[in-house]
């Protein structure tokens, strides 16, 4: 990938969709019970909520004798909160990498020990050169999952509001442009409740480099988004998921495994709604959710035995099969749903990888002034 480097999210599924995901939080809940467990070996791990198969802790535990306790967070600010405090209580996390930027810068987390990881071997080399741009040389950070903000509509009903109006070639004027967002708000134009993820696929259509630090270019981006704020029918991290599913809206920017799940809710119910989820044919923001041992773990090899055991090909499929988000281990791919594995916009091809960009790394004043700025566009206030 030819990349340069949010958070809401997700709490990523907000993210929140990953909330979503009810048989895999019963399980992370029944896993949290477990937190008294003290003993020696141990794993204490600290996960979004929703982001695991219902098999990978339990299978991991038995193949080991390592005990996990597992804990669950919705947001990167809740997780590195808990970093910066110090004495954080787990071996394992899974911070975003944009986010593991400043815990890298600040100390907060240990490096890898690339050799106690035999299946380090196994991870997709585009993806691992795209981490290195926020993680020079790999040192901290595995990734975890992965996938981008993208753009999915409900195709008959989307033609049907545009009329004459031919699709554009660029799938994100249909969210940014008047031209064709103004036609849109009859059949539901929903965005994400993100402003990081907002002004990024902003920054994507406008050409605008997501390394800028100038006042105007983000002043830019939510000018643009202001023109079409009057068709926006909901600002939504998990509910645009079943809205187009069910048809109750045809357009929306959203996270593409969150698209996943509600294509293939379409599907499944067979109820004659058409979805289609873009891939980043004119760029995207990709976004890396990452495994990284905090500096003051207390039992670092058991992460390592943890991390190795889930780069294992049939694990991760089955972290894919539950979350419909990629995974970075290429070999895990005949064991994939092929609903998901050929879908198009879960698992892309080198050219649609090259056409990603990375998520900007905020300062704390940039946060402020993107908060700032997404809340009068929000509310016009």
């Not at 815990?103 to 380090?120: Q, R, V």
């Not at 009329?163 to 070639?169: L, N």
Request: hydrophobic share 40%; proline share 7%; aromatic share 10%.
């Amino acid at each position: 990938m030819n990349l340069n480097a949010n958070q809401a999210k997700r709490g990523r599924l907000s993210r929140l969709l990953r909330n979503a995901l009810l048989p895999c939080l019963a399980i992370s809940l029944g896993l949290l019970a477990r937190s008294s467990y003290a003993g020696d070996n141990t794993l204490r791990f600290y996960n979004w909520a929703g982001y695991i198969a219902p098999t990978t802790v339990p299978d991991f535990e038995k193949a080991t004798g390592v005990h996990v306790t597992y804990d669950i967070y919705e947001s990167n600010s809740t997780l590195f909160a808990k970093l910066v405090a110090g004495d954080s209580g787990y071996d394992l996390v899974v911070p975003s990498s944009n986010w593991a930027a400043i815990d890298i810068k600040g100390g907060l987390l240990h490096p890898i020990d690339k050799s106690k990881i035999p299946n380090y071997k196994n991870l997709n080399p585009q993806l691992m050169k795209e981490l290195a741009t926020i993680d020079p040389g790999n040192k901290y950070l595995v990734p975890w999952m992965w996938g981008y903000t993208t753009v999915g509509i409900n195709v008959d009903e989307v033609r049907k509001a545009l009329g004459s109006t031919p699709m554009p070639d660029n799938p994100w004027s249909l969210v940014f442009d008047p031209k064709y967002a103004d036609k849109l708000k009859s059949c539901g134009l929903s965005y994400l409740d993100s402003p990081m993820d907002l002004m990024e696929a902003a920054f994507v259509y406008l050409g605008i480099p997501q390394s800028t630090t100038n006042p105007d270019d983000f002043k830019r981006a939510w000018d643009m988004m202001e023109r079409v704020r009057g068709d926006v029918h909901e600002f939504a991290n998990m509910n645009y998921v079943d809205d187009m599913a069910h048809g109750s809206i045809c357009a929306a920017i959203g996270w593409n495994g969150g698209m996943g799940i509600g294509y293939n809710r379409a599907n499944q119910a067979h109820n004659g709604v058409h979805l289609k989820i873009f891939p980043p044919t004119h760029g995207a923001v990709v976004f890396i959710d990452t495994l990284a041992i905090p500096s003051d773990a207390k039992d670092v090899d058991n992460a390592y035995k943890f991390i190795n055991y889930r780069l294992q090909p049939k694990v991760c499929a089955a972290d894919t099969n539950t979350t419909f988000y990629a995974n970075p281990v290429p070999a895990s791919l005949p064991y994939v749903n092929k609903a998901i594995r050929d879908n198009g916009f879960v698992f892309i091809d080198s050219a649609m990888m090259d056409k990603l960009r990375p998520p900007k790394v905020y300062t704390t004043e940039q946060r402020r002034v993107v908060t700032r700025l997404y809340t009068k566009f929000k509310t016009g206030l």
